[in-house]
């Protein structure tokens, strides 16, 4: 083999010195290329306790693990030779039309992870043309949220209290400030049992041992952002201090059935969706009730653990409940690749939670944006490589469940 020196000529094409980036959370945001990424960050800057509550699931966490191991566990089936040069990632969802086929789901307590809270995570939905949900639990007030979305689309997450009239206010409150859909959550009859949160001493707000000071050392900008920022606080429920399992036993109602559901559905402008559907009986039942869509879910293995697998049920559903009720899923999403599993499928929408809040906890409304991009790169990429170019071209057969996790079937 003939050697030469480097000449400069030959050498200057090579060298790409890149301007650097001088914000380290632009830094920090572009290193994280997937959402596990952003998970790893958002556990370095996010206090234990809070990241705990957020990570965790109820009891062993099995639903969680099962859910994500299903969406592992899928095998596409590309087609090939298709025009994929331009791929349409829309569609209409309860009569409106979304520019993505996920939404952000509704979380609680949402400005104990990141002071930015719902604000953050509804001016990242509002740009990215996609829905943003609101929980009874947030710590920001529905009007705050519609003044800082006032042209995207909102969504209110209702639990029924003991106290129907507050609730039912809630719910008025949210129709008066353009919330298009109300979201009914119906898996929350008393609180699962999310261990790390009572290993962890976890309470709300949260409150300063010499562990939790240890614990924020290495934390500053949490701190920081939590002393100086509007206090941590319920917006729609009064001052609690104590555990999160003692305040839902104490302020959700248990005894809410079918019947209140379609009085609730009664006094609602909008679309009704039914989250926490988990079996195919209750998906017909809720069909015949005349409610706009069901949301397969397991509360991401929040409530019952060892609850069904959404991903697996939706075959099953969408056959059952027809054409007029839209399916929705989520639970366990973690890639733009679930979601284009869960749309091939069958499901109509899907929405994600712990994805959202780990861009959050990884960089306010930059990583919230952040988020968003990763899941849209990986659907449309996994849509080309399929080889379609819209989401109803989508259908069961471009994705093969791998056996591992199938139920038997009933004997
Ligand atoms: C920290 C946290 C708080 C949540 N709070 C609520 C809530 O207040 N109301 C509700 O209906 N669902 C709540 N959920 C459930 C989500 O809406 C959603 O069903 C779940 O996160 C989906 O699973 P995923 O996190 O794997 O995407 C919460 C989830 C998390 C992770």
């Known amino acids: 083999m003939k050697r030469q020196l480097p000449k400069r000529r030959d050498l200057a094409p090579l060298m790409k010195f890149k301007k650097p980036t001088l914000s380290p959370k632009e830094r920090r945001l572009a290193s994280a290329l997937t959402i596990d990424d952003l998970r790893r960050i958002a556990k370095r800057r996010t206090p234990k306790a809070a990241f705990d509550y957020t990570d965790g ?4 966490e099995v639903s969680l693990a099962r859910a994500r191991e299903a969406f592992g566990d899928v095998e596409f089936n590309p087609a090939i030779l298709r025009d994929v040069s331009t791929v349409d990632t829309s569609r209409e969802v309860l009569g409106k039309r979304v520019a993505l086929p996920f939404g952000i789901a509704p979380t609680g307590f949402t400005r104990m992870m990141q002071a930015e809270g719902e604000i953050a995570g509804a001016t990242a939905a509002a740009a ?4 943003f949900s609101l929980s009874t639990m947030g710590t920001t007030s529905i009007e705050d949220v519609a003044a800082a979305n006032p042209d995207g689309r909102n969504w209110f997450q209702l639990y029924m209290w003991k106290d129907r009239d507050r609730s039912m206010a809630l719910v008025d409150r949210a ?20 261990l790390r949160d009572v290993r962890n001493g976890m309470t709300i707000p949260p409150t300063l041992t010499p562990r939790t000071v240890v614990n924020a050392i290495p934390r500053p900008a949490w701190w920081i952002n939590f002393l100086t920022t509007e206090p941590l606080a319920f917006a729609s429920l009064d001052a609690w201090s104590g555990t999160v399992a003692d305040l839902l ?5 248990p005894t809410v059935t079918y019947d209140d559901l379609a009085w609730i559905k009664d006094q609602w402008p909008g679309k009704v969706v039914v989250k926490g559907v988990q079996t195919v009986d209750d998906a017909r039942r809720l069909a015949d009730v005349g409610v706009d ?6 509360h991401g293995g929040r409530q019952l653990d060892r609850a069904p697998i959404p991903f697996h049920l939706l075959p099953q559903v969408v056959a059952a409940v027809g054409k007029d009720v ?16 869960s749309i091939a499928h069958g499901a109509h929408f899907t929405l994600v939670g712990r994805a959202y809040l780990y861009g959050l906890m990884a960089g306010g409304r930059d990583g919230v ?4 991009e990763i899941l849209s790169g990986q659907i449309e990429r996994t849509m080309r490589l399929l080889g379609v170019t819209t989401l109803d071209e989508l259908e069961p057969g471009h994705v093969t469940q791998l056996q591992r996790l199938e139920p038997r079937p009933r004997l």
């Open 57 to 60: 699931a109820a009891d062993g």
């Open 128 to 131: 990215a043309g996609i829905p």
């Open 175 to 194: 129709a008066k400030a353009g919330f298009d859909t109300l979201l009914v959550t119906v898996d929350v009859p008393v609180a699962g049992a999310r």
């Open 249 to 253: 036993d104490t302020m959700f109602d």
């Open 293 to 298: 869509a069901v949301l397969l879910s397991n």
């Open 326 to 341: 839209e399916v929705h899923l989520d639970t366990g999403i973690m890639s733009g690749q679930d979601i284009v599993a």
């Open 369 to 372: 944006d952040r988020m968003i």
